[in-house]
């Protein structure tokens, strides 16, 4: 059974603070995505790797930065958090070679106070 | 930059109603469209997907949409919704971004069907 694993379902932290959310999966992907989700929005996404070390910006990308040493884990990092923060904090993955279908993992409600 | 726009941000149908939800995209390459559906308390979950061929495309659970290249369109179809259909639906687009694929979604359409 494929899995997409987020480190932490609730998170709270302070505003100023550096946050480290973690995102692993079992599958081999090549393709990972962090997306945050806000009511009326939809899912915005935040980055992508396309491989180890690889990273693109997507379409909101600012107070964010992303870490991919390893195949399995997308670390998606906010250097200084702010209220403006707080959201759902989505995280995917999918092969790359036919762009099938993307694997979801169970969210992250991350709050900054 | 591309973009996926999902007019409908609320429906509400009574059961056996038909559904359509529309979902337009801005991209002027290759795109491949996808449909996800979230329901309450679960996972996003594929519900269809239009690479090439038929535009008409079937998925899960009795749905189907179909892609008009000239309208850039992919709206999402249902002849007979149930109440077990009341989820959130997300449009979405493949798209090339510098040297990978990246996977945009439209605002979601939030779907109750009234018993």
């Known amino acids: 059974d494929v899995k997409v694993t987020q480190s932490s379902r609730y998170l709270v932290k302070r505003t100023g603070e550096k946050v480290f959310l973690e995102c692993v999966q079992d599958?081999?992907?090549?393709?990972m995505f962090w997306y945050r989700q806000d009511p009326g929005l939809g899912l915005r996404l935040i980055y992508f790797?396309?491989?180890?070390?690889?990273?693109e910006k997507g379409d909101i990308p600012e107070g964010y930065s992303v870490s991919r040493e390893k195949k399995e884990r997308f670390s998606l990092i906010l250097e200084s958090a702010s209220t403006n923060q707080t959201s759902m904090y989505l995280c995917?993955?999918?092969?790359?070679?036919?762009?099938?279908?993307?694997?979801f993992g169970q969210g992250t409600r991350l709050t900054v106070v | 930059a591309q973009s996926v726009s999902q007019h409908n941000h609320h429906v509400i149908l009574s059961e056996a109603a038909s559904l359509e939800l529309g979902c337009n995209y801005s991209?002027?390459?290759?795109?491949?469209l996808f449909w996800y559906v979230q329901y309450p308390g679960q996972h996003l979950q594929l519900l269809l997907k239009?690479?090439?061929?038929?535009?008409l495309v079937k998925g899960i659970k009795g749905f189907e949409a179909e892609f008009i290249k000239s309208k850039f369109s992919f709206n999402l179809r249902k002849p007979s919704v149930q109440w077990s259909d009341t989820a959130e639906y997300f449009c979405?687009?493949?798209?090339?971004?510098?040297?990978?694929?990246?996977?945009?979604f439209g605002g979601g359409t939030r779907l109750m069907v009234k018993p």
């Open positions: 995917a993955s999918r092969r790359d070679r036919d762009l099938s279908e993307a694997f």
């Open positions: 599958m081999d992907h090549e393709n």
């Open positions: 790797s396309y491989d180890v070390k690889m990273k």
């Open positions: 991209y002027g390459g290759t795109v491949n």
């Open positions: 239009y690479f090439s061929g038929d535009p």
């Open positions: 979405a687009v493949n798209a090339l971004r510098g040297a990978g694929n990246m996977l945009t």
